[in-house]
C-alpha cells in the first residue's frame, strides 16, 4: 500500500529528524490510520489520487461521527502534515491541502539556522578521532550539498567524484542526481577518507562512505543524533539532519541563487516544492530592501 508506506514514512520523520512526543507520534500515527483506511475504502491507494474534495469529505465525516473538535483539529493537522511531508520529500507532487482552509494551527514552516549559526556548527574544533573526522564530513555534507539523512546513509564510495568536484545521489524513488561537493565539505570528506574511514572499516567490506563503529553502513537514526549532538554543543537546540538541508536551500536563495538551480540541487521533481524554502528569502528580500531604498526608514 502506497499510502500506508508513506504514513509510517512520516511517522518516522516525526520521531526521528522532528523529535515529536511519543505521545504526538501515536496520536497521528492513529488518525493517520483512520484516514488511510477510509481512502482505502473509496479506492485510493495512490498519493498522487487523493483530492481536495476526498480531503473535506473525510474531515466532514469526523464531524459527523461526533467527534471532539480538537480531536478534529488534531486529525486535520495531522494530515495536513502529511500531504507537506509527502510533498517535500518528494514521494508525490499533489497537494491537496495547500491552500485549504482547515481548522488547524498554522503550517509550520521550514526550519533554517542562520549562516552565522552554520558557520558557529560546522567551525567547532571536532575531535581528531575517526568517529570526529566521519561526524564533522557529515555535517559539512548534509550543509553543503543539501541531501536528506538517508541519501548521506546510502552514499557509496563510487559515488563520490571529488577531483571533479561532484556526488552521486539517490533520492526519493531511487532517482539519481548529481550535486557540486566543493570547499569545506571536501576537505572534511578527503579528510575522513584520508585519515578516519580506514579506521572503521570492519571485517566485512562495506561500500558505503559513512560507517558506524562495527564497519557498517551508518543508520539515518545516528546522523539524526550526531547532528543533534553536535549542533547542542554550539547552543543550537534540538537540530536535525533536515535542518541543515533547508538551510542549504535558503541561503542559497538568500545568495541569489535561481529557484531552478536550487530545485534541481534538492532533487524536487516539481517547482512548488521548492518553493516551500522561500519563506526566510522574503524576510531577506525584506531586510535588503529597508537597508538599500532611501525612503524605507522615513
Same mark, same amino acid.
Request: a negative charge; aromatic letters at 6%; one cysteine or more.
Given at each position: ?177 548529481? /550535486? ?5 565539505? /571536501? ?26 563503529? !562495527? ?79 532611501? !525612503?524605507?526608514?522615513?
Amino acid at each position: 500500500m502506497e499510502l500506508e508506506r508513506a504514513r509510517e514514512e512520516y511517522l518516522d520523520y516525526l520521531a526521528v529528524e522532528r523529535g515529536s512526543s511519543d505521545n504526538t507520534v501515536f496520536a497521528y500515527g492513529r488518525d493517520l490510520a483512520r484516514y488511510v483506511g477510509w481512502l482505502a475504502e473509496k479506492g485510493v491507494d495512490d498519493p498522487e489520487a487523493v483530492t481536495r474534495a476526498l480531503v473535506e469529505e473525510h474531515i466532514a465525516a469526523l464531524v459527523e461521527v461526533g467527534l471532539a473538535p480538537s480531536s478534529v483539529e488534531r486529525a486535520v493537522s495531522a494530515i495536513k502534515g502529511f500531504h507537506r511531508f509527502m510533498v517535500t520529500d518528494d514521494i508525490c507532487s499533489a497537494f491537496p491541502t495547500s491552500d485549504l482552509p482547515l481548522p488547524a494551527k498554522p503550517a509550520r514552516l521550514p526550519d533554517v539556522i542562520s549562516v552565522e549559526d552554520a558557520e558557529r556548527l560546522l567551525d567547532q574544533p571536532f575531535p581528531k578521532t575517526p568517529a570526529g573526522l566521519r561526524d564533522h564530513a557529515i555535517l559539512e555534507v548534509l550543509y553543503g550539498c543539501g541531501l536528506r539523512a538517508s541519501e548521506l546513509c546510502g552514499l557509496d564510495l563510487r559515488a563520490v567524484l571529488l577531483d571533479e568536484g561532484l556526488v552521486r545521489v539517490f533520492g526519493k524513488g531511487e532517482k539519481e542526481r548529481v /550535486v557540486p561537493i566543493l570547499g569545506a565539505a /571536501v576537505s572534511a570528506l578527503e579528510d575522513y577518507l584520508d585519515r578516519g574511514r580506514g579506521a572503521l572499516v570492519g571485517r566485512r567490506p562495506c561500500d558505503a562512505i559513512f560507517l558506524n563503529a !562495527r564497519g557498517g553502513r551508518l543508520s539515518r537514526q545516528s546522523v539524526h543524533t550526531i547532528v543533534e549532538k553536535y549542533g547542542r554543543v554550539v547552543g543550537i537546540k534540538g537540530l536535525h539532519p533536515h535542518t541543515l538541508r533547508h538551510s542549504f536551500a535558503t541561503h542559497l536563495l538568500e545568495g541569489g541563487a535561481d529557484l531552478r538551480v536550487v530545485q534541481e540541487l534538492l532533487g524536487h521533481s516539481n517547482i512548488a516544492t521548492t518553493q516551500l524554502y522561500t519563506h526566510v528569502d522574503r524576510t531577506h528580500v525584506r531586510r535588503v530592501y529597508l537597508a538599500a531604498h532611501p !525612503r524605507a526608514k522615513q
